[in-house]
């Protein structure tokens, strides 16, 4: 910890090599994996299967190989949380929606996954969100 520009925290995993990735980083992999990327048909096979379930938990919670399947009433959120001692994030889908978002935190022990479900439940509940085919409400 003493290194400058160590942001690692109190843990030590040097197999990880302190990867870092952007809000641009993380809003392409959303992009990628609510398929929004235009000609890249295998990324998005492999993201789909990435996104599939293999183990139920219980009725509302289904982990994926990469994603946590949460169902909330008529809502499918596609999520995965995570941090360290000095960070929160979260990063979900409503792909039915094909909504997303990606939230950072440099604060550790913040509520990123309700903050992130929240925003995203408000969105896809909202006759604000634009259809398909550009029209507002579904």
């Known amino acids: 910890m003493g290194e400058p520009g160590n942001q690692q925290g109190v843990f030590n995993w040097p197999g990880t090599g ?14 990628a994996n609510l398929g ?7 990324l998005q096979e492999a993201m789909a ?8 938990v219980n009725e509302r919670f289904t982990q994926a190989l990469a994603w946590q ?3 909330n009433g008529d809502i499918t959120f596609v999520d995965k949380n995570g ?8 990063i979900g889908m409503i792909p039915q929606k094909r909504l997303g ?13 309700r903050i992130g ?3 995203m439940l408000a969105l ?11 029209r507002q409400g579904d």
């Open 101 to 113: 978002i990606v939230v950072l935190s440099n604060c550790g022990r913040e509520p990123a996954t």
């Open 49 to 56: 299967l990435a996104q599939q379930g293999v183990f139920t």
């Open 36 to 42: 929004a990327l235009p000609n890249e048909r295998p």
């Open 18 to 31: 302190q990867m870092y990735s952007s809000a641009r980083d993380m809003a392409t992999f959303l992009a």
């Open 69 to 71: 399947v949460v169902r």
């Open 124 to 134: 896809a509940r909202s006759n604000a969100l634009l259809s398909e085919d550009g």
């Open 117 to 119: 479900r929240q925003i």
């Open 83 to 90: 941090g360290l001692s000095n960070t929160a994030t979260y």
